[in-house]
């Protein structure tokens, strides 16, 4: 389901231009792809979907499983594309780049962009199981206080949304913040190699995604292929916290890299975090920078892993000897469907709800069952959907949910799909909520499981469609 989602599919959405992108013409687009070139022409902006083609656009024929760019060609020009990158010239009436593979194409230009254009941008690249995208845009918060500061849009971070969001970045651009995903191996050193980061993040090694991998070393050595692209010199920064992180920094030291390192881990990791307090609707904590100075900071969330997003984006202003401002994580918004928290009112109360419905893995929703213990004054109400794409393994990561839930004071769970089935028939009867087979279902019965004052998680994999759930608790 991860492939299919509309924030990690960019030609479901327009992808963000700034005016200010490179103005790119024929004789750029034929050394970049090593292509073949028919007319003049200049655009600024590179689109992939020809129904958000807008005038003046270099269209890409992208060839997909269930599409093929090429079939749009006339609808791209008549709705005002100079050109197009094709590898089927099947009209030549119009401004073309013929080149073998559209793909390729579309990354070699945005490896002529890193190489030729983007010379005096740092690049940093973020990586990892969890927390990818809730990182990047911390940092890309962050990093706007400092300067000009591009990032990808929603979840871009696959062969096609990085080399969009690298060639949507406008040419003044400062900080470039580039999340890098994997489905199998091999991807993340294809991102890495195109994008040649200054920094890179690992934030964790869990079991995200895993179906294609033998175990969590097979994802470790995956991950690792970030290295593959960083510049000599360049700087890891890795959470000292996951059970992964001598193996990621040894190999990184070996490599020749400097490596950084954040968590609470003993008292040797460079960003080190020495406590976490609640404080109103936030969480106070205080960290240890490498000067021995001690800071302390808030973050209007609950949940310690967002801390951990944080350290890391600490870590990366330090490798980018940035002082770290007053108030650093006050511009910070969680990312849609991360945890964000909506106030509703239900009858003559109230309701929190906690939309994490963008997707689920075991870290994930162990982090948010206790996120959501964090939390006092209601009734703390899980509705829990299966986490998908887990491989051989999947029940056993559905029943050990068993001991976060327990040894928190989570109320009532609420279980959706045949794996969440497996934690249901577990539970203790205090705790033991209804067994539904579908989002729908539970929204067709969401009043019998709803009370005024309740404080509602719910989260789930995106193909448990829990954001149906999400959407009728709003609307009640
Ligand atoms: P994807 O692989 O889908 O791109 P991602 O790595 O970008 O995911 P996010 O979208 O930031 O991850 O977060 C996914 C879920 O994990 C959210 O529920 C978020 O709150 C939670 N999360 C974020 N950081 C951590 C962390 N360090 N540990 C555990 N859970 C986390
Ligand atoms: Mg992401």
Request: net charge neutral; hydrophobic share 35%; aromatic share 8%.
């Amino acid at each position: 389901d991860y492939q299919k989602t509309k924030e990690n599919n960019p030609s479901k959405v327009e992808a963000l231009h700034s005016p200010a992108t490179f103005q790119w013409n024929e004789k750029h687009a034929e050394i970049a792809t090593n292509g073949t070139k028919t007319g003049n022409w200049s655009s600024t902006r590179i689109s992939i979907d020809s129904k958000n083609i807008k005038k003046g656009d270099l269209f890409v024929a992208l060839k997909g499983r269930h599409f093929d760019g090429h079939d749009f060609l006339n609808e791209a020009f008549a709705k005002g594309a100079v050109a197009a990158i094709v590898s089927e010239p099947k009209n030549t009436n119009y401004p073309l780049v013929i080149v073998e593979d559209t793909l390729q194409a579309l990354q070699h230009m945005a490896s002529f962009c890193i190489k030729h254009i983007l010379l005096d941008t740092k690049i940093i690249a973020v990586t990892g199981s969890v927390g990818k995208t809730t990182t990047k845009d911390m940092l890309h918060s962050t990093l706007s206080q400092f300067g000009v500061s591009h990032t990808n849009r929603g979840n871009f971070n696959n062969h096609i949304g990085l080399p969009l969001t690298i060639l949507s970045a406008p040419r003044n651009c400062q900080y470039l913040v580039l999340e890098m995903g994997m489905s199998e191996k091999g991807e993340i050193q294809r991102l890495s190699d195109i994008s040649k980061p200054d920094i890179a993040v690992i934030t964790n090694i869990e079991h995200a995604h895993s179906a294609n991998f033998h175990s969590l070393f097979d994802i470790a050595r995956a991950k690792l292929e970030i290295l593959y692209g960083i510049k000599p010199n360049g700087t890891i920064i890795l959470n000292k916290d996951n059970q992964y992180y001598d193996y990621l920094s040894s190999q990184s030291y070996k490599s020749g890299f400097n490596v950084m390192s954040f968590g609470k881990h003993q008292n040797t990791c460079t960003i080190q975090l020495l406590n976490t307090t609640r404080n109103g609707t936030g969480l106070n904590f205080k960290v240890k920078l490498p000067n021995n100075k001690i800071t302390n900071l808030y973050l209007k969330v609950f949940g310690e892993h967002f801390v951990y997003s944080a350290l890391a984006t600490i870590a990366v202003l330090e490798a980018l000897k940035l002082e770290l401002p007053q108030n650093v994580f006050e511009a910070f918004k969680i990312p849609n469907g991360r945890g964000n928290m909506h106030s509703i009112q239900y009858g003559d109360e109230h309701i929190l709800l906690i939309d994490d419905s963008y997707n689920a893995n075991p870290a994930s929703m162990k982090a948010a069952i206790k996120s959501l213990d964090m939390h006092s004054d209601g009734r703390k109400v899980a509705i829990l959907g299966d986490m998908l794409e887990l491989g051989n393994e999947r029940v056993k990561f559905h029943t050990e949910l068993y001991d976060c839930v327990t040894k928190t004071n989570v109320d009532k769970v609420h279980t959706v799909g045949e794996l969440m089935l497996e934690l249901h028939n577990l539970l203790p009867e205090a705790k033991k909520g209804s067994h539904f087979n579908s989002s729908h279902q539970v929204v067709s019965n969401l009043s019998d499981i709803i009370q005024n004052n309740d404080i509602i998680l719910v989260k789930g994999s995106r193909g448990m469609k829990m954001e149906l759930i999400v959407k009728a608790i709003l609307s009640v």
